[in-house]
């Protein structure tokens, strides 16, 4: 990969507004440079329900939909956002699907690839890992806002 298009890359994750936000744009440079880059065709799978992902995707390009059975418009995914991450951090196998809405190119890193970077630069773990958080909850409030409905003006206002 030529340095300016990982100039780019790390221009597009560091913009995210629901990227791991607490990444440097030191953090993103070193990111980038262990990164794999990876495709997919529109339709294909990024994660596999009840697979292992043993790494996390970082979206560039292109979009996804998290299938989620319960819900009956999946959300999306978008540039700088990552997908994978809960079986990553439990280690356990993949609790949805999640399917290129359109041709998307991603960023894939594995555990022993970030576990090295993390021994490496301590403040990078710290960060990655404070971005996951503020990731999963961001969604889970969404999640959680979605199937409570629509409230009334009232509820609104005292929230």
């Not at 995210?16 to 953090?27: E, M, P, R, S």
């Not at 998290?66 to 995914?77: D, W």
């Not at 090295?116 to 890992?129: I, M, T, V």
Request: glycine content about 6%; some cysteine.
């Amino acid at each position: 990969m030529t340095k300016a298009i990982q100039q780019q890359d790390v221009s597009v994750l560091s913009a995210a507004k629901h990227g791991l936000v607490y990444l440097t744009a030191n953090d993103w440079t070193l990111i980038a440079d262990k990164a794999v880059r990876k495709q997919f065709k529109a339709g294909e799978q990024i994660i596999q329900e009840g697979r292992r992902t043993h790494g996390v995707y970082l979206l560039l390009k292109g979009s996804a939909s998290v299938q989620i059975p319960t819900q009956e418009i999946p959300p999306a995914i978008g540039v700088g956002e990552v997908c994978g991450e809960i079986s990553f951090l439990d280690e356990q196998p993949a609790t949805v699907n999640v399917v290129a809405k359109e041709a998307v190119e991603a960023y894939y890193l594995d555990r022993p690839t970030l576990q090295g970077l993390f021994e490496l630069f301590p403040h990078l773990g710290s960060r990655f890992y404070h971005s996951l958080a503020a990731s999963l909850s961001r969604r889970l409030r969404e999640l959680i806002k979605e199937a409570a409905g629509p409230q009334p003006a009232s509820a609104k206002k005292s929230s």
